[in-house]
C-alpha cells in the first residue's frame, strides 16, 4: 500500500507510469542559438513538467521533464510528440542533439478483487471509500491509497491492519 496525495479514502484503479527524459542541443556557435525551442502541448490524456536551462556563451541548452500518462500507449505518444519536437528544433537550427529517456514506472491497476477487500476493510474502519485513477506512479504490485485530509488516522489504520502495510 502507497499513501498518495489524492483525497483521502480514494483507491488507485490505474496508476500513471512515469518516464524522464533529457535532451542537450549544441549549437557550433553561441549566435546560433535560437529562442528557447517550444515544446508541443502534451495530449489531454498526459501530464509533465520540463524545466529548461541555458548557457547562450557556451551554445548549449538542457531539457530535464518527467511525463505521466495511465497508459503504455499515452506515455509512448507523449514522449514521442516531445522527442519529434526537439528532433525538428535541432535540424533547423543546425544544432547537435542528445536525448535520453528512462520509464521510471510503467501505469498499472490493481486486481478488482484487492481493490475490493481494501475498500470492504477501509468502510469497516469508518472511512468513506472512492475509487479513480491516481497521476501518482505505484510500484508494480502495489496499491495507492489516498491520504490527503486524514493522514495520521490513513496511515494509523495501515500500520494495525494485519493486511496491509504501507510502503
Same mark, same amino acid.
Given at each position: 500500500m502507497l499513501p498518495i496525495a489524492d483525497r483521502a479514502g480514494t483507491i488507485a484503479t490505474r496508476a500513471a507510469g512515469l518516464i524522464e527524459f533529457s535532451a542537450t542541443l549544441t549549437w557550433e556557435r553561441a549566435e546560433d542559438v535560437p529562442p528557447a525551442p517550444t515544446l508541443p502541448?502534451?495530449? *489531454?490524456? /498526459?501530464? $509533465?513538467?520540463?524545466?529548461?536551462? *541555458?548557457?547562450? !556563451? $557556451? $551554445? =548549449? =541548452? *538542457?531539457?530535464?521533464?518527467?511525463?505521466?500518462?495511465?497508459? *503504455?500507449?499515452?506515455?509512448?505518444?507523449?514522449?514521442?510528440?516531445?522527442?519529434?519536437?526537439?528532433?525538428? /528544433?535541432? !535540424?533547423?537550427?543546425? /544544432?547537435?542533439?542528445?536525448? =535520453? !529517456?528512462a520509464r521510471v514506472a510503467p501505469p498499472g491497476s490493481a486486481p478488482a478483487a484487492?481493490?475490493?477487500?481494501? !475498500?470492504?476493510?477501509?468502510?469497516? /474502519? $469508518?472511512?468513506s471509500v472512492r475509487f479513480a485513477p491516481s497521476w501518482t506512479p505505484v510500484p508494480e504490485g502495489a496499491i495507492g491509497l489516498g491520504v490527503l485530509g486524514a493522514e495520521e488516522e490513513l496511515r494509523g489504520f495501515l500500520a494495525t491492519h494485519p493486511s496491509w502495510e504501507p510502503l
Amino acid at each position: 500500500m502507497l499513501p498518495i496525495a489524492d483525497r483521502a479514502g480514494t483507491i488507485a484503479t490505474r496508476a500513471a507510469g512515469l518516464i524522464e527524459f533529457s535532451a542537450t542541443l549544441t549549437w557550433e556557435r553561441a549566435e546560433d542559438v535560437p529562442p528557447a525551442p517550444t515544446l508541443p502541448l502534451l495530449p *489531454e490524456t /498526459a501530464r $509533465g513538467s520540463v524545466v529548461e536551462t *541555458e548557457d547562450p !556563451a $557556451g $551554445g =548549449r =541548452r *538542457e531539457i530535464l521533464g518527467e511525463l505521466l500518462a495511465l497508459s *503504455e500507449r499515452d506515455l509512448g505518444c507523449a514522449l514521442e510528440s516531445i522527442l519529434r519536437s526537439l528532433t525538428i /528544433a535541432a !535540424a533547423l537550427s543546425d /544544432a547537435i542533439l542528445e536525448t =535520453r !529517456a528512462a520509464r521510471v514506472a510503467p501505469p498499472g491497476s490493481a486486481p478488482a478483487a484487492t481493490l475490493q477487500a481494501l !475498500a470492504f476493510d477501509l468502510s469497516n /474502519a $469508518g472511512f468513506s471509500v472512492r475509487f479513480a485513477p491516481s497521476w501518482t506512479p505505484v510500484p508494480e504490485g502495489a496499491i495507492g491509497l489516498g491520504v490527503l485530509g486524514a493522514e495520521e488516522e490513513l496511515r494509523g489504520f495501515l500500520a494495525t491492519h494485519p493486511s496491509w502495510e504501507p510502503l
